[in-house]
């Protein structure tokens, strides 16, 4: 890696560590309710990656588009294709995780192919031109490069010997460096992050639409040499996506609305709404309502008092 700062938020570590092993200690997790997690994620992903790159279709829409076939009216159809072209992507992954293997590019080039499909006319192929990005500092490399970067990009990855977040992170970042596609760089890239982490042992994240400006600024960060924001950034969203998956085992992990929450402890909603918001308590939002469980709330008290 060739950064000149990597410095990350160990608490946020410790934290994902103690979940994970918790969530691994809890092994084999109940399917039914794994299968209904896993379909949230799925649709979740589906709309906040495609609202990131500006399809206006609402989460609901998108459920219609993706779960029942349904247009919407007065949205475009490309709008509907990249609906339905990121759900089956996401599909392709989960079933990738299940198998062991590095990463290669067919399933990269697969992957561009089925989110672009209609879309593109190089839809599951690199890009054959130079490309420049609105407001980005520096411009991808050229397309002849392509290839040797990606081949560079691979073997570094399966060379890597650090923390799976942090390798997942530097993949991520480098990959829509280097832009290999014409467009939907970020829709793949956000693909094969989740990819990379279930092959880790971690759940697929959802990188949320409300985030948009954290998530690029702390690549442009990276673009800087700094990836440590970027680390805190993804590593924030599997702490999430691992405290979804406690959850289903209700109990103190059960996550409740912040509101209800503040009825069983001494604080206001608006009190845990706020530490919520500074990244002190854990809590994370779904939809834009603040949820928390007992155990942060019992763990926030300990450390902090009243």
């Keep these: 890696m060739n950064y000149t700062d990597m410095v990350y938020n160990k608490k946020l570590f410790e934290r994902i560590h103690q979940k994970k092993a918790a969530l691994d200690s809890k092994m084999p997790l109940p399917a039914d309710a794994v299968e209904k997690l896993n379909e949230d994620i799925r649709l979740r992903h589906t709309y906040h990656s495609n609202a990131i790159e500006g399809n206006t279709l609402t989460l609901q829409e998108t459920k219609i588009v993706v779960e029942l076939g349904i247009a919407i009216g007065g949205k475009p159809l490309a709008e509907h294709l990249e609906a339905t ?3 089956r992507a996401f599909d392709k992954i989960m079933d990738l995780a299940k198998k062991p293997g590095a990463l290669d590019h067919i399933t990269i080039l697969e992957l561009h192919e089925i989110i672009t499909k209609g879309l593109l006319e190089d839809s ?3 890009r054959t031109q130079n490309v420049r990005i609105a407001g980005a500092r520096k411009s991808p490399p050229g397309f002849l490069k392509i290839p040797k970067l990606m081949d560079g990009l691979l073997d570094g990855l399966a060379k890597m010997n650090v923390h799976p ?3 997942v992170t530097y993949f991520h970042h480098r990959f829509v460096e280097i832009h290999p596609f014409s467009d939907g760089n970020g829709r793949v ?3 094969l992050t989740n990819l990379l982490l279930m092959r880790s042992g971690y759940p697929a994240v959802v990188l949320q639409k409300e ?3 954290k998530y690029y600024d702390s690549l442009a960060k990276a673009d800087s040499g700094n990836l440590g924001p970027f680390i805190n950034f993804i590593g924030k969203a599997v702490d999430e996506s691992l405290t979804l998956y406690l959850g289903i085992f209700g109990g103190k992990n059960e996550l409740l609305p912040l509101a209800e929450l ?3 402890s001494p604080y206001s909603q608006e009190y845990l709404s706020l530490r919520a918001r500074q990244g002190i308590l854990d809590a994370i939002k779904l939809e834009n309502i603040w949820h928390s469980s007992k155990r942060a709330l ?3 008290v300990k450390e902090r008092g009243k």
């Design 85 to 87: 072209g990121n759900a």
């Design 124 to 126: 599951g192929k690199y």
């Design 262 to 264: 503040s009825k069983i």
């Design 211 to 213: 985030d948009g400006k």
């Design 298 to 300: 019992d763990e926030y």
């Design 189 to 191: 890239a956000r693909l």
């Design 165 to 167: 977040i942090i390798n």
